[in-house]
């Protein structure tokens, strides 16, 4: 079973759907909801510096904020950070290779990816 904790709707479309095309449906294999809770690091802000007169904010990210346990057979989509932070869970799965529309609007993704 996969669960989607990203707090948005993933949906997965086929190899062969090209980007460019906005019909939303078009090619769509998969839809998952969000499932809560929505996982996220929490980021500690240490001190702005400024750099051409723009401030950048040197920032620590902390642990996952209620990523729930692994559970034997279930899969859990988090956002690329979550599972980059998350080294020892090969339950955490992330969205990979986007489709998109006319535009350029990300309305979806081809696959999921486990990080290594």
């Not at 400024?50 to 859990?76: C, M, N, S, W």
């Not at 950070?81 to 609007?105: H, I, K, N, S």
């Amino acid at each position: 079973m996969i669960v989607n904790n990203t707090g948005r709707t993933v949906r997965i479309y086929a190899e062969t759907r090209p980007d460019g095309v906005d019909d939303i449906d078009f090619g769509l294999l998969h839809t998952f909801d969000p499932d809560p809770p929505a996982v996220q690091l929490t980021p500690m802000p240490l001190v702005t510096l400024y750099e051409d007169d723009i401030p950048v904010e040197l920032v620590e990210f902390g642990h996952a904020q209620q990523l729930p346990a692994p559970r034997d057979g279930t899969k859990r989509i988090v956002p690329l950070e979550v599972a980059l932070a998350q080294p020892r869970r090969d339950d955490l799965l992330v969205t990979y290779r986007p489709v998109t529309t006319a535009d350029g609007t990300v309305i979806g993704f081809r696959e999921l990816a486990q990080p290594v």
